[in-house]
DNA sequence: ATGATACATCAATAATTATTGATCAATCAA
DNA sequence: TTGATTGATCAATAATTATTGATGTATCAT
């Protein structure tokens, strides 16, 4: 894994390391939702969702929409693609690296 | 996805997020090795590196394995395995989750 | 025993992220 | 137009993470 995939990858893993955009992505599982809708669900404040739903934009992991005064947020299938690539490279090594054994 | 759930998702993620961890752990898809063997091939420092072996062990990723002064770091299955199901939790959801579609 | 090596851990600091409470622009309803 | 609503963004602060250098504990070679 060259620099530029891990930094891909680093952006990716961390959008996915915190508990409440981890929250946000399993509303979204639903179907799309606008801000009010999760800030709702959610119970909190709306400039934190904001803030949160932006960084799993940023990494491509949601998609936004616009419709007159809501911003309509969906999961993204090619962030989540992106990130399956990562995950089977991972996988794809267990099997040669435990203790004492080596790959290629 | 359930809180306890979601809180060992965000720490393996975050495990995941950094890039001096990622080269580590693309380092130890070719087998287990020792920190001193890392600490060459990053060329870092070694408490450096201590620390982002710890984040990954923490996280179930990687496993350590005493011999004489030295330690042999290894990627650890159960952590991965752990990892992929997260992910196809996630990977299965795409499907009904895009703009104006809705699951269940 | 002495000295060197491998590594963990700790304390101090730096850097990055997250939270909160404004504020602002855009849309819409009356 | 006025006022309310939605949501982005910003500034200040708080909280979390990462880096560095130092110290400490084994282990091993001499």
Sequence with gaps: MWTKKRVKAAVLFHALS???RLDLLDRLKRGEQC???LTEALQT???RLSFHLRVLKDAGLIHDRPE???M???LNREGLENL???ID???RAIGCSGPS???E
């Design 101 to 103: 054994k080596q790959c």
């Design 68 to 70: 007159g005064r809501w």
């Design 35 to 37: 801000v009010c809708e």
């Design 89 to 91: 490279e991972l996988k």
């Design 84 to 86: 399956e690539d990562f």
């Design 18 to 20: 915190d508990e409440t």
């Design 45 to 47: 404040g709306q400039s």
């Design 72 to 74: 309509y947020y969906s």
